[in-house]
């Protein structure tokens, strides 16, 4: 990589060992991809709940944290952690996790980082614009910044994301750059999903199709421009089922306008998918009418799905616990207008700041006895067989309605 | 007895000789794994149930999430990882993981890797090189032993 001057003083050590640790990673990474130099960034954005760092990354956090020799020079966030402090006993987490996410957050503080704790920063934070060059860890919120947004982030993991809200830069390869941001499978819908389930399941589809990062698939024939929530799901989907980073929309998302704008002219349509494609993707998940818990998460919840949700559980009394996920930033107002009261009055519990599958989602199942979960999160049913989950799929409603009969139907 | 070398479009770390696990299908270590015990758990893998540890995993494409960047480390840290990845096509995460859980790491080919090598073969990783070269070309099941690597870890 072509590195300016301050990047060699950085690399040197002459700016003090928090840089040089952090441009030492960005610049094997950089050279992996073949980057040729470094692009400013504005934003990070990182993903590090304690399950996934274990002691060995938390310890790699303080020995950055105690040379006490560098901070964040951007604006720099973290993903959800892995707990609710308040509920850590309700989930069945053990003492242990907890003091891991402490020395965590110890940790990140002192480096500068800002706790926001949130999966949705682009609904609760500030969303990055056009054109803006970004650090952004969690898949969900790289796609919807690249694809709804049109800014420029490969998927960042905790280490990168750091090094990048630590230098300031990141190495230009990837959706950086503008010959990345073309489409390479161009894809058409003959049905325009409704429920957020649907738009994810469809997002599903589309990523498997894809099959990796570095396809972009162009979309056409969605018959209205979808919301923020709904392109939440589908983007999240997307990314979890095909590590997608970008997709594009025709006539609703910045870069593609027209199809001509991203090359999807040129490529013949590799796949229709209708209402019958979606509907198979949600009977591939059916496998057991009874559930033990319910969840919704993944991303985290926004003001207007909770608000959704306290009408839904408004009368009912659940048999079986149903967890509602947000972040730190939306749970003030969903308690300030009555929504986690009206869900907590059925029997549900509001969770903030963390994210379900991010959690020691192992752990609370084999101290719950949770196996059987129902979501309307397409994600969370592509992670959590992985961590010994039956997963299925069903709308909000259905799931509501299975926290009180303890079947899906 | 075969010397097949195939060329990759990017590599990583050092020189690892180890079995190969082989199969056609993603890799995420959050979705994929139960990485206490070491084995590949979602159970649609193709590989689920089997061991991954001290293995070089030949694969088609890096899946999922981000948290592979962490899980890497974490499981290098617990000498539960991987002796190295090798894939048709990488993401960003598992070549930032490898990076920080010094998991050497190839990926980009002209065929499918995934074809390529036997399932169970000895393997030779040369990152400098970007090579896989099969050692030996007999199916045999994964047995148990460490991978031999070339360097300080």
């Known amino acids: 990589m072509k590195l300016n001057e301050e990047e060699r003083a950085m690399l040197a050590g002459e700016m003090g060992f928090v840089a040089r640790t952090a441009i030492e990673h960005q610049v094997k990474v950089g050279d992996f991809f073949g980057a040729t130099d470094f692009v400013p960034v504005t934003q990070a954005h990182i993903m590090a709940d304690t399950e996934s760092l274990g002691q060995a990354g938390v310890m790699w956090l303080e020995r950055l944290a105690d040379a006490r020799d560098g901070q964040v020079r951007i604006p720099t966030i973290t993903d959800p952690r892995g707990t609710d402090f308040e509920k850590a006993a309700m989930l069945g987490q053990a003492d242990w996790m907890l003091e891991l996410e402490r020395r965590a957050i110890d940790a990140f503080t002192r480096l500068g980082v800002s706790m926001t704790d949130t999966c949705i920063n682009y609904q609760t934070v500030q969303a990055a614009t056009r054109g803006e060059h970004v650090a952004f860890g969690d898949t969900g919120v790289v796609v919807y910044s690249n694809s709804v947004g049109g800014a420029r982030s490969n998927f960042e993991g905790g280490p990168s994301a750091l090094s990048a809200g630590l230098t300031g830069r990141t190495p230009r390869y990837g959706y950086h750059l503008d010959a990345q941001r073309q489409a390479t499978l161009r894809l058409r819908v003959d049905w325009t999903p409704q429920a957020w389930n649907d738009w994810g399941a469809l997002g599903g589809i589309v990523g498997r199709l894809a099959g990796n990062y570095w396809q972009v698939p162009v979309i056409e024939g969605l018959d209205r421009p979808p919301t923020s929530d709904e392109l939440k799901h589908f983007g999240a989907a997307m990314a979890s089922f095909g590590s997608t980073a970008l997709f594009h929309l025709v006539g609703v998302t910045p870069e593609a306008a027209r199809l001509a704008d991203v090359g999807g002219d040129r490529l013949p349509v590799a796949q229709r998918i209708g209402q019958a494609d979606v509907r198979a993707l949600h009977r591939s998940y059916a496998v057991d009418s009874h559930i033990d818990v319910v969840v919704f998460s993944a991303p985290q919840l926004s003001l207007y799905e909770l608000r959704t949700l306290a009408a839904m559980c408004d009368g009912r009394r659940f048999k079986k616990p149903l967890l509602a996920v947000t972040s730190p930033q939306v749970k003030p107002d969903c308690d300030r207008f009555g929504y986690t009261q009206r869900i907590e009055a059925a029997g549900g519990t509001v969770l903030s700041g963390m994210c379900f599958y991010q959690s020691y989602a192992r752990e609370m199942s084999e101290a719950k006895g949770w196996k059987r979960l129902a979501t309307n999160s397409a994600k969370l049913v592509n992670i959590l067989g992985g961590y010994g989950y039956v997963p299925m799929l069903a709308s909000m409603e259905a799931c509501v309605q299975a926290a009180q009969t303890g079947e899906l139907a | ?153």
């Open chain 2, 1 to 153: 007895m075969s010397s097949a070398t195939y060329k990759a479009r990017h590599g990583m770390g050092r020189r690892v000789v180890a079995q190969a696990l082989v199969a056609h299908d993603g890799f995420s270590a959050r979705y994929d794994l139960n990485r206490l015990q070491g084995v590949f758990s979602r159970p649609a893998h193709k590989l689920v149930g089997q061991s991954y540890v001290d293995r070089v995993l030949v694969l088609d494409t890096a899946k999922g999430g981000v948290a592979t960047a962490w899980m890497l480390h974490e499981m290098r840290s617990r000498h539960m990882a991987p002796a190295a990845i090798v894939f048709n096509t990488v993401n960003t995460i598992l070549a930032q993981g490898a990076a920080l859980g010094d998991v050497s790491m190839l990926a980009g080919f002209d065929g499918d890797i995934t074809a390529l090598i036997p399932h169970g073969a000895m393997v030779e990783i040369d990152p400098e090189a970007r090579t896989i070269r099969v050692l030996e070309g007999a199916e045999t099941p994964p047995a148990d032993g460490p991978a031999r690597v070339h360097g300080p870890r």
